[in-house]
């Protein structure tokens, strides 16, 4: 994955590596795809509220638990623990994360999949002349195709298990420093567009202007599952690449960093496409084709927008890549460092299994949607169960495990490896993970699940 350390581990090459890689794994659909049709299905500006203090109260201190779990390991996510904490029970929190792993990365490929077929059609011109109503049908057609679809994702599935068996040195962690840029650049001309249309205010406060009457125990947790799916957080993502990372890191200011740059691409994919939303009548809670319905109407309507299209997906595309890597990575490592396969083994071994897993996901959008779990198809249950249940559980015990078994003295000699910090901060730290994190997130959790009725 990177070079290697005296010890003989990969480690990443340097410091923009790590934050590339790791703000690589958190901006991807979640961001640009997720977060704003969840948004507009959970009623805008209110959901967005809950989910930016969720960000910060505890996902920032929950992503530098995980970087201290696996830096101070240097194993993968069920090793992380198995060493930490030998003979107990925690490393039980590492195999839910690779659970979680398979089941996120197979709808994930799915939707990657639409994105390609996205590229395809751009290059093609097929938004050409469409109205939304034909844009909208010419997506729900599409996804539920038995063959277009599969295909596509198996191909974004066969790229991701490449990238990660060719090592992401010189495939990603090179590309990520051009391409990102580009894609905040790209979304900041659609930011513009968007806010320039006729009618764009609505859309603007719709995001903005919270009314939290709006707000229900479902779309609390919701905000809080995403805040976990968009910053790889709860199932050891960030303890494998945690992994990697040299021991000069200053790892508060990767987490920061990195919490930063995926909040604000976030917020700009939400001005690129709530604006155009309400100019041009779509449905805000349309669901998962939000995107893929309203960014085409934006680039019919624009000068340029032919090329602009094409450059969207493609980097829509490649901020997925950069995200599935990183899911792969964790069972990777696990197969690995736990049951002793050889990398390349272990690679071809999980894309084969999550891959298969996506195509029943991707089937289940179209000849398989009669068989459903709780309402739920295929794909919706595994998202569900992925981002609502296992990622804050994984979540809660993670800020458990710095703040109650870890201890202070580690969590410090670990944080100050890339320079010194104030007690206070250490307190502060301590107190979140120890009880403010565990403590929200259970709430939130039995509330959303409908086990706690306040
Ligand atoms: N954070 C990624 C996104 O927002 O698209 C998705 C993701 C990656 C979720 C890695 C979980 C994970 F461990």
Known sequence: MAEKNKGGRAEFSSKFGVIAAAAGSAVGLGNIWKFPYITGVYGGAAFLFVYLGFILAIGLP???????????????????????????????????????????????GVVAGWSVEYVVLSVLNGFKSQSPEQLNEMFAQFIAAPFRPVIYQLVFMFLTGLIVMVGIKNGIEKNVKILMPLLVVIILVLDVRAVTLPGAGEGLRFLFHPDFSKLTGEGILSALGHAFFSLSLGMGTLITYGSYIDKENNLINTAINVTVADTMIAILAGVAIFPAVFAFGIE????????????????????????????????????ALTSSISILEVVVAYFHEELKLKRKIATVFATVIIALLGVICSLSMGIFEDYTFFDLNFFDLLDWISANLLLPLGGLFISLFVGWKLGRKRVREEIEKGGSISALFLSVFIFLVRFIAPFAIAIVFLKGIGLLNI
């Open 62 to 108: 929950v992503m530098l638990s995980e970087l201290i779990i696996g830096r101070r390991s240097r194993r993968n996510a069920f090793g992380a623990f198995k060493k930490l904490a030998p003979k107990s029970m925690w490393r039980y929190v590492g195999i839910m994360g690779v659970g979680a792993a398979f089941m996120i990365l197979a709808f994930y």
């Open 284 to 319: 805000a809670g349309s669901g998962p084709g939000l995107v893929f319905i309203t960014l085409p109407t934006v680039f019919e309507q624009m000068p340029g927008g032919y090329v602009f299209s094409i450059l969207f997906f493609v980097l829509l595309t490649v901020a």
